[in-house]
C-alpha cells in the first residue's frame, strides 16, 4: 500500500507471494537465499500449468516487490529477479457490447423490485461514464454533481478525477436513489449509494451478480459484466470521433499507451468501408 497501490492489487500480490512462498517449503529452500535458476523454475512451473501471460507478468511484478522488500529490510543479500524480464503482454482488442445490446440493456424495464433498479441504476453509470466497478462501488451522494452531470472519482492510487455523465444516467440513479429511499426510510444505512437489502455497502460480487441476472433477462446474447460496460464506453467513444486523450482522461489511465487499445477498427466498418472505397467493385 505504502507504493499507492490499489487495494485489489495488493491483495493480489500477497497471494502471489504466498504461492512462491509455499513453492519454496515444498522445496525446503529458504527464499531469502534462493538463487535466480530456483525463481524461473517457478515461473515456468506456473507456464506448464497454463497460467497465461497477464497472470506470470504480475506474478513476476509481485516476486519482483517482495524481493525489493527483503533487499530493504536487510533480510536478503541479493534479489534473484534482477535481471528477470516478465512476459511480453499480448495486445489484445478488448471485448465489448454492440450497440444493439447496449440499447436492450437500458431499454430493459426495471419494474419496481430494489435489485432491479439498483442494476440498472448501475449500468447505466458504468456505460456513461466508464469508470471502474471499485470505483462505482465508492461513490456517495457528494460524488455526484447532478446539476452539472459530473461524478467526483477516486481511481487508483486514490487518484481523483471528473467524470463527465450523461443525463439518462442521473435519471436511473434518482430512481434507483428514490427506491432506496423508500427501502430504507430513516434507518442507517452506509454512506456509498450502491447498498445491499441490509443498508451495507454493495459487495463487487453481488454487483456482478445483479448485472448478468439482468443482461439475461434483457436478452443479451453476451454474458455482462462490471468490467465489459468500461470497454464498451470507451470503444463506443472512439468509434463515434473521440479523440484518445479525453478518453484517457475519463477512464483515469496514467499512460496513453493504456488507452490505445480502444483504438481499434471494428469488423463490420471495416467491410463497409472496403465495400465502399475499393476500386474493384
Given at each position: ?109 426495471a419494474g419496481e423490485a430494489f435489485a432491479k433498479v439498483r442494476a440498472a441504476a448501475a449500468i447505466e453509470l458504468l456505460y456513461a461514464s466508464g469508470i471502474r466497478v ?148
Amino acid at each position: 500500500m505504502e507504493r499507492g497501490l490499489a487495494k485489489n492489487t495488493c491483495l493480489a500480490y500477497s497471494g502471489d507471494t504466498e504461492a512462491f512462498l509455499a513453492y519454496c517449503e515444498a522445496r525446503k529452500t529458504d527464499p531469502a537465499l534462493a538463487e535466480p535458476p530456483f525463481v524461473e523454475g517457478y515461473l515456468w512451473s506456473l507456464k506448464k500449468g497454463g497460467l497465461g501471460p497477464a497472470s506470470i507478468f504480475r506474478k513476476t511484478e509481485a516476486l519482483r516487490a517482495f524481493y525489493r522488500y527483503l533487499r530493504l529490510e536487510g533480510k536478503a543479500q541479493k534479489d534473484p529477479t534482477a535481471n528477470f524480464r516478465a512476459p511480453k503482454l499480448p495486445r489484445k482488442v478488448p471485448r465489448f457490447l454492440a450497440r444493439r445490446d447496449m440499447e436492450k440493456l437500458l431499454s430493459y424495464p426495471a419494474g419496481e423490485a430494489f435489485a432491479k433498479v439498483r442494476a440498472a441504476a448501475a449500468i447505466e453509470l458504468l456505460y456513461a461514464s466508464g469508470i471502474r466497478v471499485s470505483e462505482l462501488l465508492g461513490l456517495r451522494l457528494e460524488s455526484v454533481n447532478f446539476q452539472q452531470g459530473w461524478l467526483r472519482v477516486f481511481g487508483k492510487g486514490a487518484k481523483e478525477r471528473m467524470v463527465p455523465v450523461n443525463a439518462a444516467a442521473l435519471g436511473r440513479l434518482k430512481e434507483y436513489l428514490s427506491s432506496r429511499q423508500q427501502k430504507f426510510g430513516g434507518q442507517a444505512v452506509d454512506d456509498e449509494l450502491f447498498v445491499n437489502r441490509s443498508g451495507i455497502k454493495l459487495s463487487r460480487q453481488q454487483m456482478w451478480k445483479d448485472i448478468v441476472t439482468f443482461g439475461r433477462e434483457a436478452g443479451v446474447e453476451i454474458k455482462p459484466h462490471p468490467h465489459l460496460f468500461r470497454h464498451t464506453f470507451a470503444s463506443h467513444l472512439v468509434q463515434g470521433g473521440a479523440d484518445l486523450r479525453s478518453v484517457q482522461e475519463m477512464l483515469g489511465h496514467a499512460s496513453l499507451n493504456t488507452t490505445q487499445i480502444y483504438a481499434h477498427v471494428d469488423k463490420g466498418d471495416l467491410k463497409k468501408a472496403h465495400d465502399k472505397f475499393h476500386p474493384d467493385k
